[in-house]
């Protein structure tokens, strides 16, 4: 089973920028959906970006992200990454990434993913 490492996280000013990472153990990390999720103290985890497996390059954003939030991958460093720029305090939340198999037709629901990174914390300054 792939393991999710997440990395990049930290604490910057509103209108800053960050870059998360998460690395997969395996060989098959191509072959999997990947999703960055979020989870403010008190919320729900919520979807913010998926990219599909293999080299599609399709790609979907929760709507408070989109035009800010950029994900992609890397699939010769089994690495997909979350480009954070213009942050606002509601970014603030624990980031984490998914995988899961194949095309996830239901990617933004937390349910069914193969594996879960531990998480990486964001925090977003006014």
């Known amino acids: 089973q792939v393991q999710l490492v997440e990395s990049g996280g930290g604490l910057v000013q509103a209108g800053g920028s960050l870059r998360l990472s998460c690395v997969a153990s395996?060989?098959?990390?191509?072959?999997?959906?990947m999703t960055w999720f979020r989870q403010a103290p008190g919320k729900e985890r919520e979807f913010v970006a998926t990219?599909?497996?293999?080299?599609?390059?399709?790609?979907d954003y929760a709507d408070s992200v989109k035009g800010r939030f950029t994900i992609s991958r890397d699939s010769a460093k089994n690495t997909v990454y979350l480009q954070m720029n213009s942050l606002k305090p509601e970014d603030t939340a624990v980031y984490y990434c998914?995988?899961?198999?194949?095309?996830?037709?239901?990617?933004?629901?937390?349910?069914?993913?193969?594996?879960w990174g531990q998480g990486t914390q964001v925090t977003v300054s006014s």
């Open positions: 998914a995988a899961d198999r194949g095309i996830k037709s239901d990617y933004s629901r937390t349910e069914g993913y193969d594996a």
């Open positions: 395996g060989r098959t990390f191509s072959t999997y959906t």
């Open positions: 990219i599909w497996p293999w080299s599609s390059g399709r790609t």
